[in-house]
C-alpha cells in the first residue's frame, strides 16, 4: 500500500498503482502467437517462401527479396515468366479484390538481379562428394544449384547443344525471352556447376563409375510427343506441337507452317503453337479442342492473350481426318450428361497448310531401362519419397517422373532432390519441414487491407506481338512493383502490423521492437479476445486455459 | 482603514485582499452582492489575476471551485439556501477530497414555502458535511473570518464554511476596519496545496474506497477536525496580533462571571442577547451569553468548561430538527453530559421572524423563573397553529399547510388583527 | 507537438495493414500514437474493466494522443461512471497522468474551473474531461452546457455505451430505441425494448453552443479518433468528442466483437463520423463497406428480441430508417478515396 506523504489517506493515490492487480486470472483463454502457412507458400511447386520476399520487397530490399527467392528457387526470371503461378489462384487477396501479381514481383527482382549483378550465395568450402547431373532443363539445373550450394561438385551432361531444355524447347521465346534464360543458367554455371554440352549419355552406371560420381539425378524430361491415329492422305502436312516449337530454337530449321495452321488439343502447349503460328506469318490459326473453354487445361489468361491476337478455337470439334490439300474434316461434339464430349456425326471442313498435333508428350525411357532396380510404370520413372529410383544413388525428378509436368514442379523437384541427395550422401534422410495450418481466408480480418486492384501489366501492343517474338507481358517498374508487394497480405504471420497492441484494452501486448514483433503480458491480459479477431493476418489463436 | 461599508462588499472586499485565484459566482439572495462586487472588483483589476467565472448553477460554482482548488488555486464562492442545497453533493465532496476552499453561506431559510429572509437551516442542513462551519456575528467579524478562513482552510486542507446572516448581515450598512493588504499578506501566505494536479507529479485524486477503508477515512476527518480545535483559536490569536482585535475563535463569552443561566446561541443575534443581558445584568439578574463561533467543529469541551457554574442553559437558536428540536441545542446536550445542567431548547427567528429585545426580556425572565419549557417556540402563533389544527381535524381532505395559514392570516389581517411578531 | 491532421494523409499506397493500427510505411512521425513503444499508457494495466471494454480502450485511444500533443502537460476531470470506478478502487489507480474523479454530473463543470486555475496561474497545462453517456447526456448535461457556453478552454470527451452500465445496464438518453436494457425490458409485441424517443443527439447539441469543435468518434477508427483529438488539442475553446464504445457485457455480445461493433455501427451509418467548428459540419468520414442495420444488431443480445415480433421487425425497419436518414444527411456514401483517418 503507497500512501502519499501530504495528500488524504485513500482519496488520492499514486499513479499506476494498479499493476499490483494482476488481472490474468480472470483469463478463461489465452492469446497465442502463431505462425501460419501462407496458401501462396503452401502452393508454390517450388517451396519459395513467397510471402518472404515480397516482404523484403515491400521494404524496398530487393536485393534481400531476390536472395530469399534463391534460397527455394535458382531460376526467379524464367519462374516469373513462365510459371502459371498457382501461387495467385491461392492468394487470399483474390477474395478482397484480385490476387497479388506475384511473378511480376519475382520477374522485377530477377531483372533487377542481373541489371545489378547479384549473385546467389556459394559456400567455399567443398564436401568432397561429386554429383552428374543428366540434363539442363529446370529440374536438372535446380538440382545442380542446390547441390552446388550444399557444398557438392556438380557437372551437368546435356544431350543437345544448348542448356535449357524444356525452357527453351518448350516455352516461346514471346513468353520466355531468351537472353533472360542464357542469363539465369550462366549465373549458377558461374557458381561453379560444370555444364558439358552435347553430351549423351547411354550408360548411367559406366559415366558414374568413369566419372568417380557419387550420386546421379536424372533429369531429361519428356520430349516424345504423344500421337493419335488420324487418318491423313498427307502425312507431311502433320507436325508435332515439341517438334514446332523445338525447332523455332534452331535457326537452320524453323519450322515452314504456312498460312493456315491448324492446332489438335487443348493444353498450355496447343496454345503456344497457335501463338507461334501467328508469330511465324500465318494469317489463321486455328484450335481444334474436342471439349469446352471451361474444360481446357489451357491457361485462361494464355488462352485470353491467344484469342486476342487472332487465334481462333473451334471448341467441341474433333480432327476426323486429314485429307487431300489440306483439307481437314472435323466433327462436332457435343456434351452429354456427364458433360463427357460425344460425337454428332455432323461434319465440317477446315483448310490448312499444316496440322500440329499437341497432345502430350512422353519420356524416352531406353536409357534407363538398363539400370537394375529401376521401375518404370506408365512411361515414367518411378521414385520414391527420396526422389530416389531402385536404384540406389540415382535420382530423377521433373517431367521425367510422374507429376505435373511444369517448369516449375520441376524446380521443385530439382530441389528436393538436391537435398534428398545431400543427405543420402551422409546416409541420412531428407524429412521435408511439417507445415503449419494454412492462412485460409477465414482466419484473416480483411477490414485492414485498403482495396487496390492488381498492377496490370503492360501487354506489347497486339498488332506487335502477333507479328514478333517480343515479349509480350511488359515487367514491372520499381514504383508499380513495390505496389504490387505492399498488397501481399502476411496471411498468417504477424507484420509488425501493431494492431494487437493497439487494440488490447488491458495494455497487455508487450511490443519488442521493429523486427522482433509481440508478446503477451500474461500477467494482465484477461483473454477478451479483441487481438485474436482483430489481427488482420490470422497470427494469433485463442487457446482455452487449464483451469 | 474605517469604511462604511454593506456586509456583503466588506466581505468581497476582504476576500479581495486574500487574493483569491479563482471565484465562482452564481446569484441566490442574499449573497449576490458579495459576488456582484466580487466581481467588479476582478473587473476593475483589484484581484491581480483571478478568474471571475460565471456559471450555470450552485452546483456548477461548487463543482468549478472543486476543479480550481485542486489544480492548487485559491478558490472562493458564495451561496445560500437553495443553492447551498443544491449544491450538497458538492459540498460533501469537497471536504471529502479535502479542498480549502472558502464559501460564504448567507445564511437563509429553506422553502417550500420558499422564503428568502434569515435562518440557519441552510447551514444546518450541511453541518455533517465535513467542513468546517464558521459563524459571524456582525459585519466586521464576517470581514476578518474570512481572512481567517483562507488560512485555516488551507492549513487543515479542509474547505470552511463562513456563515452570516442573511439580509441581516449581507444588506446592512456597518462601519468596518478594512485591512490592509500588508496586514492580509502577513497572515496569510501564499497558498501551498497538499495535494495539487500537476503534471509534474501526478497522481490520482478521488478514489473509489470500500468498507476496508471507509471508516478509517471518516474518522481521519474527524480527526482533522478535533485538531482544528486547537487551530483555530491560535489563528485567531495571530489575526489579533497583527489587526489587533479580537475575531473568530471556538466561542466567546460574555457576562458568563456568575451567571445561573447562560444563553447560548450563534450569529448576529448574539448581538440583541448581549443587549438584553446587559439590561437584566444591569437589574442584578445572574444571565450571561456565549456565542458559539465555530459550529464545526463544536467546541465541546471549551462550552463545557465556559458553562460548569451555571444552573441552566437556554439555546437560542435559529433552526429546527422537525421531528426533534434544536439542532444547536442537540449539540450542546451531548456536549453538556453529565454536567446536570438543565439544556433549554428555543427556537427563534425562522424564515426572517425578528428576534426583538422585549421577547428575549420575557424568554430569558421565564427561564431565570424556572418556568421555561424544555422546548419553546418563541413567538409562535398559537392561534394560528391551533386553528389550523383544528381545520385538518375537522376537514379530512388535505391541502398545503402553509398556503391555509396565509389565507387565515390574511383573512386576520383584513380584520384588523396584529400581524404576526408585531409587538 | 502541433502537427496538423498529420493521421489524415491520403493513401499514398495500397500498402498491407492500412487501416491497422501500426503502419510501417508512413513516416515514423505519421503513425498513430497507439503504435509508439513511447505511448503515455494513460490508463495502464491492473485496472478492472470488464473483458473486452470498449470504454477502456476509448479513453486510451483519446488521451495517449492528446499526452503526446500537450506533451504531457494535461490534468483530466473524470465523472462517476464505469471508467471511474474500473480504474481507481483504493489502493490502486490505472492513470498515468494528474486525475481527478468528483461526481456523476458535474465533471465538465469541475474541468471549468481546472482550466480557470491554469489560466489565473498562467500555466500551459491543458485541461480535458470525461464520462460516459449517463454522465454526459444526462446528469452532467447541465453543466456541459455552462462549459459549452462560456466556451471554457476545455476537451470533453464521452464515452457513449450507450446505457448506464456502471449501475447494471439502465436506459440513458443515449439508449437507442428497441434496445433492452434493465429498465426497458421488452414484453412482446407492446414493448420492443426501449422507446423511440425523440432522441438526445450531443454532438448536434454541442454543435449548437456553436463550439469551437465537435467531432464524432468510434473506437474502430484509430486513425481518425487521434486526428481528432489532435484536432480539438490544437484548438482552445470548448471542444466536444463523442466516441462510440461498445460494452460487451451491457450488450450482450462476445468480448472480442468490442472493435467489430464499433466498426459495423459506422458501416452501417447509424453512427456517422463527422467533424464540425463553429456550429457547421466540416467533415464527414464516407462508408468503406456498407452493411444492413440487422449485421450490427444480431451479435448483440439487447436486440435479439427484435428479431422475434413484429413489433420488434418494425423497430428494426425504424432503425435502418435511421441509418439512411444518416447516410443521405451525411452523404456517407460519396465516392471518394479511401484516407488513412
Known sequence: MTLPTTAPFAITVDVGTSLDNHTGTWRTERPVYLDRLPPCNNACPAGENIQAWLALAEEGNYEAAWQEIMVNNPLPGIMGRACYHPCEDACNRKDIDSAVSIHAVERFLDDESRKQGWLPRVPSDLSGKKILVVGSGPSGLSAAYHLRRLGHAVTIYEAGPVAGGMMRFGIPAYRLPRDVVEENIKRIADMGVEIVLNRKVEDIAAEKAEGGFDAVFLAIGAHLANRAYIPSADAGRILDAVGVLHDMETEESKPMLGRRVVVYGGGNTAVDVARTAKRMGAQEAIIVYRRTRDQMPAHDFEMDEAIEEGVIVNWLTTIKEVGDGGKVMVERMELDADGKPQPTGEMDELEADTVVMALGQNVDTSFVEKLDGVEIKDKTIQVDTQFMTGHPGVFAGGDMVPSERTVTVAVGHGKHAARAIHAWLQSETYQRAEKHEIADFEKLNPWYYANAPETVQEQLDIARRQATFGEVLGGLDETNALYEARRCLSCGNCFECDNCYGVCPDNAVIKLGPGNRFKFDYDFCKGCGICAAECPCGAIEMVPEEI | MLKQLEGSHAVAEAVALCRPEVICAYPISPQTHIVEHCGELVREGKMGNCEYMNVESEFAALSACIGSSACGARTYTATASQGLLFMAEAVYNASGLGLPIVMTVANRAIGAPINIWNDHTDSMAMRDAGWLQLFAETNQEALDLHIQAFRIAEQMSQPVMVCMDGFILTHAYERVSMPTQEQVDQFLPPYTPQQVLDPANPYSIGAMVGPEAFTEVRYLAHEKQLQALDVIPGIAAEFKAIFGRDSGGLIREYETEGADTIVVTLGSVAGTVKDTVDEMRADGKKIGVVTVGSFRPFPSAALREAVKHANEVVVLEKSFAIGFGGVVANNIMMSLQGTGIHVHTVVAGLGGRPITMPSLHRLFDTALKGELEDMHFLNLQWDIVNAELQRQREQIASGPTAESILRNIQTDTARGTPTPAAE | ?341
Open chain 3, 1 to 341: 507537438m502541433t502537427k496538423e491532421l498529420t493521421a489524415e494523409q491520403k493513401v499514398k499506397f495500397y500498402q498491407k495493414g492500412t487501416f491497422t493500427v501500426g503502419n510501417r510505411l508512413v513516416d515514423a512521425d505519421n503513425r498513430s500514437v497507439q503504435a509508439s513503444m513511447e505511448r503515455s499508457n494513460a490508463i495502464t494495466s491492473g485496472h478492472r474493466a470488464c473483458q473486452g471494454c470498449g470504454e477502456a480502450l476509448g479513453a486510451r485511444y483519446a488521451l495517449d494522443t492528446a499526452m503526446r500533443v500537450t506533451g504531457g502537460q494535461m490534468i483530466a476531470a473524470n465523472a462517476t461512471g464505469c471508467l471511474e470506478v474500473f480504474t481507481t478502487p483504493y489502493p490502486e489507480t490505472s492513470w498515468q497522468m494528474p486525475w481527478l474523479h468528483s461526481l456523476f454530473g458535474n465533471a465538465p463543470a469541475v474541468a471549468s474551473g481546472m482550466q480557470a486555475a491554469m489560466k489565473a496561474k498562467g500555466k500551459k497545462t491543458r485541461i480535458v474531461a470525461q464520462g460516459g453517456d449517463g454522465g454526459t447526456v444526462d446528469i452532467g448535461f447541465g453543466c456541459l452546457s455552462g462549459m459549452f457556453e462560456r466556451n471554457d478552454d476545455v476537451l470533453y470527451i464521452c464515452y457513449d455505451n450507450e446505457a448506464y452500465m456502471n449501475t447494471g445496464v439502465q436506459r440513458s438518453g443515449a439508449t437507442p430505441g428497441g434496445a433492452r436494457t434493465a429498465t426497458t425490458m421488452p414484453v412482446g409485441e407492446a414493448y420492443p425494448g426501449n422507446v423511440f424517443g425523440t432522441g438526445k443527439n450531443l454532438p448536434r447539441i454541442a454543435m449548437a453552443h456553436n463550439i469551437p469543435y465537435v467531432a464524432t468518434a468510434s473506437v474502430a477508427y484509430l486513425q481518425d479518433l487521434e486526428a481528432k483529438v489532435e484536432k480539438a488539442m490544437s484548438l482552445e475553446g470548448a471542444r466536444y468528442i463523442h466516441v462510440y464504445v461498445p460494452c460487451p457485457l451491457g450488450w450482450g455480445c462476445a468480448s472480442n466483437a468490442t472493435i467489430n461493433l464499433a466498426r459495423l455501427v459506422v458501416e452501417t451509418g447509424f453512427f456517422p463520423l463527422f467533424e464540425a467548428e463553429h456550429g457547421k459540419v466540416t467533415a464527414t468520414r464516407p462508408i468503406r463497406q456498407r452493411v444492413p442495420i440487422e449485421e450490427y444488431l444480431k451479435p448483440q443480445r439487447r436486440f435479439a428480441h427484435l428479431f422475434k415480433t413484429d413489433a420488434g421487425a418494425e423497430a428494426i425497419r425504424k432503425l435502418q430508417a435511421m441509418c439512411d436518414h444518416n447516410i443521405a444527411e451525411y452523404d456517407l456514401l460519396r465516392e471518394g478515396e479511401e484516407t488513412l483517418a
